[in-house]
């Protein structure tokens, strides 16, 4: 089965910088890739995803880019704000397989 | 619309005894996914109901845990003799349909607690 792994663990930045959290995953048939947010005590929300016939996608201050023959995908968070705190997860699917979830990384901005 | 929903939020058990978790997903919904959020731990996948097909139950940790999806929408998770190792969060997730590009909705959570 599919194995996705995520790195950093934790991540602290200063409000203002850009945050990079990166992703790798085993099986090429994966095809589709989203990118979670959990804040504390909540449950986890779709913040954005790339289908594999495309390399990067943006929406305002977050993208992510894919590299399939790496195999490996990003999340950039630009110009962070307190609120981007958060545990990031990212996953990878192929056809109507369950989504593999990253183990996490857990985002400080610090004002 | 109605979101995915959990029931009950929180549950306080004793070390043996059996508890049942459920799950209303989003209505229309055919994939449903069980996963499991130990504190400070990512999401581990338990179980995915994917529409007329066989549920993938290749993350059950053991024979104590089961689910069922009646009636193709509410789902019950149910761990028989509960031990402390199994408290945790447990998410229920779903989607129009199995897999594809399709975005996984997730309940609040049952945090179930083994005494």
């Known amino acids: 089965g599919e194995n996705v792994e995520q790195h950093p663990s934790t991540l602290s930045v200063q409000e203002g910088d850009s945050a990079v959290i990166k992703c790798t995953y085993s099986?090429?048939?994966?095809?589709?890739f989203p990118w979670y947010k959990q804040e504390l005590g909540k449950r986890p929300q779709l913040i954005i995803d790339?289908?594999?016939?495309?390399g990067e996608k943006k929406d305002q201050r977050i993208a992510v880019t894919l590299n399939k023959t790496a195999k490996h995908f990003s999340l950039h968070i630009t110009e962070t704000q307190p609120e981007d705190s958060a545990v990031y997860f990212c996953?990878?699917?192929?056809?109507?397989?369950?989504?593999?979830f990253g183990t996490g990384t857990r985002l400080t901005v610090i004002p | 619309g109605a979101g995915v929903s959990q029931s009950p939020s929180n549950k306080v058990t004793e070390k043996g005894k059996d508890v049942e978790l459920r799950c209303d997903p989003i209505?229309?919904?055919?994939?449903l996914y069980w996963y499991r959020q130990s504190l400070g731990q990512g999401l581990e996948f338990l179980i995915y109901?994917?529409?007329?097909?066989?549920?993938?139950k290749s993350g059950l940790p053991s024979d104590r845990f089961s689910a069922e999806r009646t009636g193709g929408s509410v789902s019950t998770l149910t761990i028989q003799r509960t031990q402390q190792e199994d408290s945790a969060v447990y998410l229920c997730?779903?989607?129009?349909?199995?897999?594809?590009?399709?975005?996984?909705?997730f309940g609040p959570g049952t945090r179930l607690t083994v005494l």
């Open positions: 997730a779903s989607s129009l349909v199995p897999g594809g590009y399709n975005e996984q909705f």
């Open positions: 099986d090429s048939a994966s095809n589709y």
């Open positions: 790339i289908r594999s016939n495309v």
């Open positions: 996953a990878a699917r192929s056809g109507a397989n369950n989504l593999f």
């Open positions: 209505s229309g919904h055919t994939a």
């Open positions: 109901f994917q529409g007329n097909s066989a549920p993938d």
